[in-house]
């Protein structure tokens, strides 16, 4: 028990490190949350400082989601406590305490766990993403179906109880911080990704 609450832990910290704001305040100074959309992930690194560090964003978010997994499975392997350590590094990433429990949109962050926990229905669920933003050039329309998509898939490939009831709840509140992005959706005033620097539309 205290090696899987240990894991838990160290995977909401894991989760909590800020990478997009550290990207944007290493590169430039700037403090990426008084930029652009005001969110620290990925497309709102690539609108204000370029495709390069928009990659990296999203690469070190999501490599944390897979770190926190991959090193609860090597220590405290339980299901549950892998379940608890995707759910717990998506929440850092958030919450972050290091930027007073004010994160990001947890998309790569969730991808970079559940690629570790459920490879199969997280690879669905991407091709959902690059689908969805191939066609229509909104990542927030791309995160809001992969996110639902992904319980969908775990029911497909019958994944465990303890695993479709984290789906659900990664499901949840990945939309729940997509709210704003729904509403632009609606009312058709969201901006579409752009791969030059500065630019939307």
């Excluded at 994160?103 to 993403?129: E, M, Q, W, Y």
Aim: with cysteine; glycine share 10%; aromatic share 10%.
């Amino acid at each position: 028990m205290f090696p899987a609450a240990l894991c838990v832990l160290a995977a909401f910290f894991l989760g909590s490190i800020p990478f997009g704001y550290l990207v944007i305040r290493l590169s430039s100074g700037k403090d990426i949350r008084t930029l652009g959309s005001g969110n620290m992930g990925a497309t709102n690194v690539m609108r204000i400082a370029g495709k390069k560090l928009g990659i990296l964003t999203l690469f070190l978010d999501a490599a944390k989601g897979a770190l926190a997994v991959w090193l609860t499975r090597l220590y405290s392997p339980q299901e549950s406590a892998l379940v608890l350590a995707a759910l717990a590094s998506v929440a850092g990433h958030m919450f972050t305490p290091f930027l007073r429990f004010k994160g990001g949109k947890g998309v790569a962050t969730a991808l970079g766990s559940l690629l570790v926990l459920t490879p199969a229905a997280i690879g669905l669920s991407a091709a959902v993403f690059f689908l969805a933003v191939g066609l229509t050039r909104f990542v927030s329309l791309g995160s809001i179906l992969a996110a639902v998509s992904y319980p969908l898939w775990v029911l497909y490939l019958k994944g465990s109880h303890e695993v479709l009831i984290a789906a659900l709840v990664l499901a949840a509140l990945i939309l729940w911080r997509h709210s704003s992005n729904l509403g632009r959706l609606l009312r058709g005033t969201e901006n579409r990704i752009q791969w030059k620097k500065g630019s939307s539309s």
